[in-house]
Protein backbone atom coordinates (compact mmCIF):
# COMPACT_ATOMS: atom_id res chain seq x y z
CA UNK A 1 0.00 0.00 0.00
CA UNK A 2 1.10 3.66 -1.15
CA UNK A 3 -0.60 6.90 -0.63
CA UNK A 4 1.23 8.96 -3.21
CA UNK A 5 0.63 12.11 -5.10
CA UNK A 6 3.67 11.40 -8.10
CA UNK A 7 2.39 10.02 -10.92
CA UNK A 8 5.42 8.20 -11.84
CA UNK A 9 4.58 5.99 -9.51
CA UNK A 10 0.78 6.14 -9.44
CA UNK A 11 1.19 4.99 -13.20
CA UNK A 12 3.35 1.78 -12.08
CA UNK A 13 0.93 0.91 -9.44
CA UNK A 14 -0.96 -2.59 -10.09
CA UNK A 15 -4.47 -1.39 -8.50
CA UNK A 16 -5.73 2.01 -7.50
CA UNK A 17 -8.07 3.10 -4.88
CA UNK A 18 -8.86 7.00 -5.73
CA UNK A 19 -9.97 8.83 -2.56
CA UNK A 20 -11.65 12.56 -3.29
CA UNK A 21 -12.71 14.16 -4.68
CA UNK A 22 -11.42 16.93 -2.21
CA UNK A 23 -9.95 16.98 1.05
CA UNK A 24 -10.96 17.17 4.88
CA UNK A 25 -14.66 17.36 4.67
CA UNK A 26 -15.28 17.19 1.20
CA UNK A 27 -13.64 14.08 0.36
CA UNK A 28 -13.13 10.54 1.85
CA UNK A 29 -15.51 9.53 -1.11
CA UNK A 30 -14.15 6.39 -3.42
CA UNK A 31 -13.93 8.12 -6.75
CA UNK A 32 -12.24 5.22 -8.92
CA UNK A 33 -10.93 2.17 -8.54
CA UNK A 34 -8.89 -0.06 -10.96
CA UNK A 35 -5.67 -0.42 -12.95
CA UNK A 36 -4.16 3.46 -13.76
CA UNK A 37 -5.60 2.67 -17.43
CA UNK A 38 -8.98 2.35 -16.20
CA UNK A 39 -9.05 5.14 -13.61
CA UNK A 40 -7.87 7.24 -16.19
CA UNK A 41 -10.96 6.96 -17.96
CA UNK A 42 -13.12 7.55 -15.05
CA UNK A 43 -14.94 11.43 -15.53
CA UNK A 44 -14.35 13.57 -12.26
CA UNK A 45 -11.16 11.81 -10.94
CA UNK A 46 -8.76 14.37 -10.43
CA UNK A 47 -6.07 11.21 -10.34
CA UNK A 48 -7.23 9.76 -13.50
CA UNK A 49 -7.44 12.92 -15.03
CA UNK A 50 -3.71 13.49 -14.84
CA UNK A 51 -2.80 9.62 -15.74
CA UNK A 52 -4.77 10.40 -19.27
CA UNK A 53 -1.84 11.60 -20.29
CA UNK A 54 0.42 9.23 -19.62
CA UNK A 55 -2.11 6.71 -22.13
CA UNK A 56 -3.14 8.81 -24.86
Known amino acids: MVIEHNLDVIKTC ?3 IDLGP ?9 IA ?3 PK ?3 NV ?12 FN
Not at 22 to 30: N, V
Not at 43 to 54: A, R, W
Request: no cysteine.
Open 38 to 40: EVS
Open 33 to 35: TGT
Open 43 to 54: EGSYTGMFLKKY
Open 14 to 16: DYI
Open 22 to 30: EGGDKGGKI
